[in-house]
């Protein structure tokens, strides 16, 4: 089984014909499945939060095993599909970048909830820089969490009154304060 | 001297007629009698051969075969029912019934993948892995699964391609061009239309055809990615280790 890092690569990924998209709708159906898994799969294992849309950006757009590298087409067809699904979302109008987001924003509120309960954080004051990196969320799926999503689901949980987002004076200042 | 007509004449005649069928009566109650005492040696011989070789028989596929082979040759199908005393002795009906159950399950699992078109060696081998309880299973096995599929009129069946036998779950008809180009797809697992043009001498309209066929009906991918650009066609159902639910 071949292997990227310590990721394991399903069958398919080898197998050429996967790397073209396919004319016939069933089969390519089929097909976008796989790949989203995959690339979610990924994702999450490998904590990436943001890819490119360019072949170099991603390791998983080429397989240089079999010499096969998945057309620009191919590439917009499978991250649009994530997108229509809630899986991501483009962060340009120009369809360069694109979020991952193997938890949806929901989910990644839930976390922060739970791991505001469990650290007994429930009326503190957090920086958001503190909660991607600080030592409370060392180990949990929080650490090192994209700022966009992290503010997001941040978002989510100030709208429904556990949580206030105040400015400071710079935007890596930013704080919370819990009210859970 | 002729005999004169007179009711004497006619009750002797009447007389050997029922003489004759009498001796004949017996010699066929004679016959039957002897038959069906050699039938019943022969039965009980085999229940004691079958009650003796049980374990050899659910466990063993080559026993398996062989024991079928014999039951053939002497017209016995110890699958035509359950209720018989196969079935109570070996309980192989059952063996066969589960089996076919996962083949259909096989069968479906891989559709969208393989279009219902699946190598019968790589279905023992899916098999072999989801069965928990180790009986190993043969394509002898598997073949007479599916041949008891066919009562449910579910359209399974096996197709000979080249040396392969592949076992189609779907009501696609493949005519004989399709045949020859998954036959010579097995070589490398897939053919491009200027390969089946030159190896079977078709015309590129021909070769397109069946191949765009193919691609309809779910049982070739295109792969557009080699470097030579020319457009490959590839066929899960004739390449081993394509498969994504062997990753589970």
């Known amino acids: 089984m071949q292997k990227l890092g310590d990721f394991k690569l399903p069958h398919f990924f080898n197998y050429p014909p996967y790397f073209t998209l396919q004319p016939v709708r069933d089969t390519r159906e089929k097909q976008v499945q796989l790949w989203k898994d995959l690339i979610l799969d990924y994702c999450r294992t490998q904590k990436i939060f943001v890819i490119g849309l360019e072949e170099e950006d991603f390791a998983l757009f080429s397989n240089p095993v079999i010499e096969r590298s998945l057309s620009h087409e191919a590439r917009a067809a499978f991250l649009s599909a994530l997108v229509s699904e809630g899986r991501a979302e483009w962060l340009d109008k120009g369809h360069r970048k694109c979020l991952i987001l193997w938890h949806r924003v929901q989910d990644w509120a839930d976390i922060i909830f739970r791991f505001v309960k469990d650290n007994g954080l429930e009326d503190?004051?957090?920086?958001?820089?503190?909660?991607?990196?600080?030592?409370?969320?060392?180990?949990?799926?929080?650490?090192?969490?994209?700022?966009?999503?992290?503010?997001?689901?941040?978002?989510?949980?100030?709208?429904?009154?556990?949580?206030?987002?105040?400015?400071?004076?710079?935007?890596d200042d930013e704080g919370v304060k819990f009210s859970m | 001297m002729r005999r004169r007509p007179g009711i004497g004449g006619l009750q002797t005649a009447a007389a050997a007629r029922d003489q004759y069928r009498l001796v004949g009566e017996n010699v066929a109650k004679i016959r039957t009698d002897m038959m069906k005492e050699q039938l019943a040696t022969f039965r009980s011989q085999l229940e004691e051969f079958a009650r003796k070789h049980k374990n050899d028989i659910r466990k063993n596929p080559a026993f398996r075969s062989q024991f079928h082979e014999m039951c053939a040759k002497v017209g016995v199908d110890p699958l035509a029912s359950n209720k018989g005393f196969w079935a109570e002795l070996l309980g192989i009906g059952d063996f066969y019934y589960e089996l076919g159950v996962q083949i259909v399950e096989i069968c479906l699992a891989t559709r969208p993948h393989n279009g219902g078109l699946i190598n019968l060696q790589e279905l023992c081998i899916l098999l072999c892995q989801r069965k928990s309880d180790r009986e190993a299973v043969s394509e002898d096995d598997c073949l007479r699964a599916i041949s008891k599929l066919k009562v449910l009129?579910?359209?399974?069946?096996?197709?000979?391609?080249?040396?392969?036998?592949?076992?189609?779950?779907?009501?696609?008809?493949?005519?004989?061009?399709h045949n020859e180009i998954l036959e010579l797809a097995q070589a490398q697992g897939y053919v491009t239309v200027e390969e089946v043009e030159r190896r079977l001498s078709w015309t590129s309209g021909r070769a397109i055809d069946a191949l765009d066929t193919l691609l309809d009906e779910g049982l070739a991918m295109i792969d557009d990615g080699h470097r030579d650009g020319k457009r490959r066609y590839w066929f899960p159902c004739v390449s081993s280790n394509s498969n994504p639910v062997a990753d589970t």
């Open chain 1, 124 to 171: 503190s004051v957090m920086t958001v820089e503190e909660i991607r990196s600080g030592i409370e969320s060392r180990g949990t799926e929080l650490h090192g969490i994209d700022r966009t999503i992290l503010m997001r689901a941040l978002r989510v949980l100030e709208q429904k009154g556990k949580l206030a987002i105040f400015k400071g004076t710079s935007a």
């Open chain 2, 153 to 177: 009129g579910s359209g399974f069946e096996v197709i000979s391609v080249g040396k392969k036998k592949l076992v189609r779950s779907v009501p696609t008809e493949l005519n004989k061009d």
